[in-house]
Protein backbone atom coordinates (compact mmCIF):
# COMPACT_ATOMS: atom_id res chain seq x y z
CA UNK A 1 0.00 0.00 0.00
CA UNK A 2 2.41 2.68 0.73
CA UNK A 3 4.63 1.50 -2.38
CA UNK A 4 1.50 3.00 -4.03
CA UNK A 5 1.01 5.89 -2.27
CA UNK A 6 4.44 6.89 -3.41
CA UNK A 7 4.25 5.91 -6.43
CA UNK A 8 0.81 8.33 -7.28
CA UNK A 9 2.45 11.03 -5.46
CA UNK A 10 5.55 10.93 -7.97
CA UNK A 11 3.10 10.62 -10.86
CA UNK A 12 0.90 13.56 -9.54
CA UNK A 13 4.02 15.71 -9.23
CA UNK A 14 4.70 15.68 -12.64
CA UNK A 15 3.51 18.60 -14.49
CA UNK A 16 2.87 18.23 -18.23
CA UNK A 17 6.26 17.60 -19.46
CA UNK A 18 7.85 16.54 -23.55
CA UNK A 19 11.60 15.79 -24.18
CA UNK A 20 12.58 16.28 -27.64
CA UNK A 21 15.41 14.01 -29.62
CA UNK A 22 18.72 13.76 -28.84
CA UNK A 23 20.39 15.52 -31.86
CA UNK A 24 24.36 15.32 -32.27
CA UNK A 25 26.23 19.03 -31.55
CA UNK A 26 30.09 18.11 -31.93
CA UNK A 27 32.15 15.24 -31.47
CA UNK A 28 30.75 12.94 -28.81
CA UNK A 29 28.41 15.84 -27.83
CA UNK A 30 24.72 15.90 -28.05
CA UNK A 31 21.75 18.51 -27.39
CA UNK A 32 18.26 17.99 -25.95
CA UNK A 33 15.66 19.84 -25.10
CA UNK A 34 12.63 19.74 -22.42
CA UNK A 35 9.82 22.03 -21.64
CA UNK A 36 7.28 21.47 -18.98
CA UNK A 37 4.03 23.54 -18.92
CA UNK A 38 0.68 23.90 -17.13
CA UNK A 39 -0.01 23.65 -13.14
CA UNK A 40 1.10 20.33 -11.36
CA UNK A 41 -1.21 18.55 -9.35
CA UNK A 42 -0.42 20.10 -6.42
CA UNK A 43 -1.09 23.29 -7.72
CA UNK A 44 2.32 25.05 -8.26
CA UNK A 45 3.92 26.26 -11.54
CA UNK A 46 6.64 24.66 -13.05
CA UNK A 47 10.01 25.19 -12.15
CA UNK A 48 12.97 25.29 -14.45
CA UNK A 49 14.44 22.34 -12.62
CA UNK A 50 11.53 20.34 -13.26
CA UNK A 51 12.42 20.85 -17.18
CA UNK A 52 15.79 20.20 -16.07
CA UNK A 53 15.06 17.04 -14.78
CA UNK A 54 13.61 16.18 -17.70
CA UNK A 55 16.65 16.62 -20.35
CA UNK A 56 18.58 14.80 -17.65
CA UNK A 57 16.78 12.04 -17.84
CA UNK A 58 16.76 12.02 -21.68
CA UNK A 59 20.28 12.38 -22.19
CA UNK A 60 21.76 9.75 -19.23
CA UNK A 61 19.38 7.14 -21.01
CA UNK A 62 21.22 8.26 -24.45
CA UNK A 63 24.44 7.73 -23.04
CA UNK A 64 23.94 4.40 -21.06
CA UNK A 65 22.53 3.40 -24.79
CA UNK A 66 25.93 3.42 -26.08
CA UNK A 67 27.54 2.62 -23.34
CA UNK A 68 28.86 5.59 -22.01
CA UNK A 69 28.74 8.30 -19.10
CA UNK A 70 26.86 11.80 -19.51
CA UNK A 71 28.66 15.20 -18.50
CA UNK A 72 27.46 18.08 -18.84
CA UNK A 73 28.34 20.98 -20.99
CA UNK A 74 25.77 23.71 -20.94
CA UNK A 75 22.63 25.04 -19.94
CA UNK A 76 20.24 27.18 -21.66
CA UNK A 77 17.01 28.67 -19.79
CA UNK A 78 14.81 29.24 -22.95
CA UNK A 79 12.58 31.79 -23.43
CA UNK A 80 8.52 31.62 -23.50
CA UNK A 81 6.20 33.62 -24.25
CA UNK A 82 4.02 32.43 -21.00
CA UNK A 83 4.54 32.19 -17.32
CA UNK A 84 3.35 28.39 -17.49
CA UNK A 85 5.84 27.14 -19.31
CA UNK A 86 10.10 26.52 -18.93
CA UNK A 87 12.10 25.39 -21.35
CA UNK A 88 15.31 24.50 -21.35
CA UNK A 89 18.72 23.15 -23.49
CA UNK A 90 21.00 20.71 -22.44
CA UNK A 91 24.59 20.45 -24.09
CA UNK A 92 26.36 17.35 -23.03
CA UNK A 93 28.75 14.82 -23.60
CA UNK A 94 28.90 10.71 -23.41
CA UNK A 95 32.23 10.18 -22.04
CA UNK A 96 33.93 6.53 -21.99
CA UNK A 97 35.17 5.17 -18.70
CA UNK A 98 38.55 5.95 -19.95
CA UNK A 99 38.05 9.67 -20.38
CA UNK A 100 37.11 10.20 -16.17
CA UNK A 101 41.10 9.04 -16.04
CA UNK A 102 42.63 11.81 -18.22
CA UNK A 103 43.75 14.62 -16.39
Known amino acids: ?3 AIVVVAVLGAAG ?6 VVPAG ?3 YMVRAEMSDWDTL ?3 PSWSDAAQLALKRANEHCNSIGR ?3 VQKWKILPSRSLYVVKTELTFECKA ?3 AKKP
Do not use: A, N, W
Open 27 to 29: KDT
Open 16 to 21: CGTVGD
Open 97 to 99: DSD
Open 43 to 45: GRI
Open 1 to 3: MKR
Open 69 to 71: YMS
